[in-house]
């Protein structure tokens, strides 16, 4: 009995001890989220483009500890989308939307190209730069053959349109295609020209008085089974853009380019995008670049 009572009384104290003593919570460390994107295709370190960047940024804006890796190889579009579709091994990849897009997959519905991929310059051919022809009217544009890459959404769009397009599924084969005078145009969206005429090994003249306008975004796109990971991107890209770090790191990148685009003062030729998703929130007017001359 005098036992019983021993232990007893030696389990009061120790537990007595353990209330007193300073209480220690031992957490494990939450690793780093490893998010794969898909590389695009063309040269340098993926890791600097725009996307990648601000990809990171809204996520440390959500406080979310993550390690960005480029997909072993470079994807184009339908390959991006098909992989993020079917979960083999990326995450995530960015691309103008459609209707068809956003069925497969989780849209970020917010445009982090302020929608200047619909805004789009030529890159004339030599035959045509030459030509005499001024290109002010949508009729003038339906006697040029252009060229798109073969899974854009752009050459449905402009075929849509009534456009002649002639589709390549390489994208280097595009800018070749031009200056040897296959095809007469190129379409780039103010945001790609300027850099892309900088890096390309053949030198194009850019028509200098017509803009092609169609309403379009850019979006992060993730599998539907990742739908937490593109609601949290998409809350902090709005805090990005609340706090103003959106607005100046997208003019941080493309200030340059769109002040030399000169979009105010070229002829706007507005085309009809049918692959527009009913949700594109084009309401909201603080998401949305927009030259003065369009109100």
């Given at each position: 009995m005098n036992e019983i009572v021993t232990i007893r009384q030696s389990f009061r104290t120790l537990l007595w001890s353990c209330l007193l003593l300073p209480c220690v919570v031992l957490t494990?460390?939450?690793?780093?989220?490893?998010?794969?994107?898909?590389?695009?295709?063309?040269?340098?370190?993926?890791?600097?483009?725009?996307?990648?960047?601000?990809?990171?940024?809204?996520?440390?804006?959500?406080?979310?500890?993550?390690?960005?890796?480029?997909?072993?190889?470079?994807?184009?579009?339908?390959?991006?989308?098909?992989?993020?579709?079917?979960?083999?091994?990326?995450?995530?990849?960015?691309?103008?939307?459609?209707?068809?897009?956003?069925?497969?997959?989780?849209?970020?519905?917010?445009?982090?190209?302020?929608?200047?991929?619909?805004?789009?310059?030529?890159?004339?051919?030599?035959?045509?730069?030459?030509?005499?022809?001024?290109?002010?009217?949508?009729?003038d544009l339906k006697k040029l053959l252009l060229t798109q890459g073969h899974d854009w959404p752009d050459t449905e769009i402009l075929r849509f349109n009534k456009l002649k397009v002639l589709p390549s599924n390489q994208y280097s084969t595009m800018f070749e295609m031009v200056a040897n005078n296959r095809v007469d145009a190129f379409p780039r969206s103010v945001l790609e020209v300027w850099r892309e005429l900088a890096e390309a090994k053949v030198q194009l003249p850019v028509e200098s008085s017509l803009v092609l306008y169609y309403p379009t975004a850019l979006y992060y796109f993730f599998s539907r089974e990742q739908q937490e990971l593109a609601h949290q991107v998409e809350q902090g890209l709005e805090l990005m853009l609340q706090s103003g770090e959106f607005e100046a790191m997208f003019m941080q990148e493309f200030g340059d380019a769109i002040a030399r685009s000169k979009l105010a003062e070229r002829q706007l030729i507005q085309l009809r995008n049918p692959l527009l998703p009913a949700a594109t929130p084009l309401d909201r007017a603080e998401l949305w670049y927009k030259p003065t001359q369009v109100q």
């Open positions: 494990a460390e939450v690793p780093d989220r490893t998010i794969v994107y898909a590389r695009p295709i063309q040269d340098g370190d993926s890791s600097q483009l725009y996307q990648v960047r601000l990809l990171a940024a809204a996520l440390n804006k959500m406080g979310i500890r993550h390690h960005l890796v480029a997909s072993e190889v470079p994807m184009v579009q339908g390959r991006s989308l098909r992989t993020v579709a079917e979960k083999h091994g990326i995450d995530v990849f960015w691309s103008v939307t459609t209707t068809e897009r956003e069925q497969l997959l989780a849209p970020v519905r917010f445009p982090i190209d302020k929608g200047l991929y619909g805004w789009r310059i030529l890159l004339l051919s030599p035959r045509q730069s030459q030509s005499s022809a001024t290109l002010l009217q949508f009729n």
